[in-house]
Structure formats: structure tokens, C-alpha cells
């Protein structure tokens, strides 16, 4: 059984831009906006929305030559062989899967600014199992929430940020005038953080009705996310102020309160868990694909790819997704680490960002014939641009906190473990049980000898 073509360009723009647009960001975004002078962020969030779409540049041609649900797996095979494609992807979901409980943790924040009398924990295990459930239920349910939610955020973000702008007697401070280019330089760099997570819709490649739509819906995506970022970080600085937000795990919420009073609260509040919902939503549908693709390809236990017979969904690898991240929520709410966690997020994304482009500029050399329908522009000077960029970006990310390194070379040491030891046998008993089934359909049913004998 394969998974079923049921996604159209809409659900791949929910998906693409959904994983981004999280709770978290409203922190990045008014930290960004610390960098530029007066209202001037949206220029910086114009910057490194151009930044992101050069690194989409390079997904687009990668997902055009191999549209598999294993999506990064199968890039950085093609590009720089199996070991580290293998230790990469895996370390890939791990992290992104933990900074999924960091995701929960802010929320929860959110959530004690409106409702104090309930833990916090409560609400974010109610949203992943809705999420859970969702997923379970099938691509096309999943795929309906996540068009709903996501656009629900981005439409409220809208409304809230125009409803600001537009109030009497509001006038912004030097909106075309950034300050210093250093400053700017900053600003953007922090900017790229709004957008990265884009490139996860890449493992639904065999479930969109046109493989073209993936590389489509991510264009449009980060320019969606480029209107929405630019409109809220200008409308949340201008109303509340760079001071007061500064600092705040709550930004967004301090924005709602002042411009609309309690009622502009539980807007927010709403729009936080929606915007959580989408992040979580998208990982779950994206993030259960590559599971299932990798249990495919035997290089995870058989159990993770198995289909449910009705929904055609791989439901123990969302199941598996749920255990994870609530443990990672828990974790994290016990610890207090979640910044920690969005480092480490960070830094891994932009590690795969460069290793992606890197594979693009060796495959037109390695792999000249392969059919590209989708090609990525100026090559090699544009992938190479990125792959330089985001590089200097992970080790940014990497140098704020001295564990960060620390834990994802732990990381890496652990999946390589398991890629030199753990794999082999796995495909070993996978290669095992094709050959027994192959010779079971090759022998001959009883009585089909003695009747050709006689």
C-alpha cells in the first residue's frame, strides 16, 4: 500500500508556512527588531525572507530530482553518500522534535498570561493529542486543519496588525531609515530564524497531487510569512514599544492587551495556540512521513512503517511522534532549557540549509543527465551564496549557548552508532524476509506438480 495523492497547493502553503509560524517566533521577531532604529524591521524581515528563498531555491531543485517522503534523507544520499545522510536526517528530526517541546513551553507562557489557574501542561498535552488524533485520521483531515488554522493565524495577524497601524495619531519612526548597516546586517541574520522550517513539507512529495506544487508552495509560503512577519513586528514595536517588549516570553500577548484591552488578550491567546497547533500539526504530518519513509528503506525498525489499512495514514510513527514530543514537553517544562532547545533548532536547520546547497552544486557535476524540473537559478554562485550564509548563521546560533556544540556532537556520535551498528542488521532481516517471501510465492501450490505430471 502507498501513501495517497490528496494534497493541493493550498495544503502545501498551510504546511510550509504552518511549521514556521509558531509562538516562539513573536520572541525572535521583537528581538530582531532590537537591531534596526525605530519602525524600520520590516526591512530587515524583507532581507531575510530574500535570504530564505535562496535557500528554497536549492529544496525546489532537490525535491524536483527525487520527490520521495524520505525528502533530506535522499538529497544528502545523493550528494554525499549514505553514512552521513543517515546520521544527518536522524539528527535532523531528533532536533526538531525536541524544539517542538520548546514550542509547548512558550506556549504555556502564553496560556498563564490569560488562564493562570490551570497548569500550562494541561493545555499543551490536550493540543497534542488533538494533533495526534487529527493525523491519525488521515492526510486529508490533517491537511483541512492545517489549511483552517493557518490561516486563520495569518489572517488574524493581519487584522490585529492593520487595526493597530490605523489607529488615530499613530505614526511611525523612521519606517525606511534602519540605522546602521551593521545593525541591519544583525537584524536579518535574526530575521532568518522567522522562516526556517519551510522546507518541511518536502516528505508530503507523495502525497501532493503534483509534485510541482511543493517547490510552488514554499515560494508562496515565505512570501506570506514575509507580508505577515513585517506587518505584526512593525504593529507590536510601535504599539507597545521596543523597551517593554524586550525580555518578555509573552510579546505578543503585552501587543493584544494594549491595543484591545482583555478582549485583545484572548485574541492573542487564540492566535498563539493556532499558531502552536500549525507547528505542531505540520511536524506531525511531515515529520511521520519521514519515519515511514526510513522504516521503507530499512534503516529504522519495520514497526514505524506500517499504514493504517483505512486511513492510509503511517499511524505508529505518529504515535511514536506524539510520545516523543511530549516527553520532550515535559523535559523541557521541568528544565526550563528551551532556549537550549531553539539554538540548537537553529543551528541544525541551517547545517542541513548549507549541506542541501552544497548537494546541489555536486549533483550538476555528479548527476549532469538526471531530469530536473525544477531548477535552481545561478548555479553554482546562488547555492553557494546560501551554503555560505547559513553556514556563518549555525555557528551564530551555535556560539550563544557553550552547550549547544556540545549537544549535538553528543548527538551525531550517538546516530553514527547506530547508523554503523543497528542498520546493517536491519536491513540484514529486512533483506531476509523479502527473499523468504520470494520463495514462498515461487513454490508451488499443492497438487499444481501432479497435475502438470499427469
Known sequence: MDLKRALSLR??????????????????????????AGDSAWIAVLVAGILALTAAASFAEMNGMYPSAAAIRVYLHRGFGERLSLVVSFLYIAVVVAVLGAEAFVLSKAIEFVVPGVPAIVWNVLLLVLVTAVNLRGVETAGLFQDIVTYGVTGSLIVLSVLALARPGV?????????????????????????IGFEWVTPLSEEVTKTRLVPIGMAIAIGMLCLVYALVTVAMTSTVGKAALAGSPVPQMLFGRKLLGLGGAVWMLAVSLGASATTFNAGFTAGSRF?????????LPKWFGRLNTRFVTPQNAIIALFLFTLASTVAVYWTRQYVLLVDLGAAMESIVYVLVAIAVIRLRKLEPDTPRPVRAPWVPWLPGFTAVAFAVLAAGALADDPWAPVVLAVGAAALAGYVTRVVPKLRAQAQAERAARAGRRRRPRAGEGASEES
Open 11 to 36: 495544503t502545501v502553503v498551510s504546511t510550509s508556512a504552518g511549521l514556521t509560524l509558531a509562538t516562539s517566533t513573536f520572541i525572535a521577531a521583537v528581538q530582531m527588531a532590537q537591531f534596526v
Open 171 to 195: 505614526e511611525l519612526a523612521t519606517p525606511f531609515n534602519p540605522g546602521s548597516f551593521t545593525g541591519l546586517l544583525n537584524a536579518a541574520a535574526l530575521g532568518v530564524f522567522l522562516f
Open 291 to 299: 519515519l515511514y519513509a526510513a522504516a521503507r528503506e530499512a534503516v
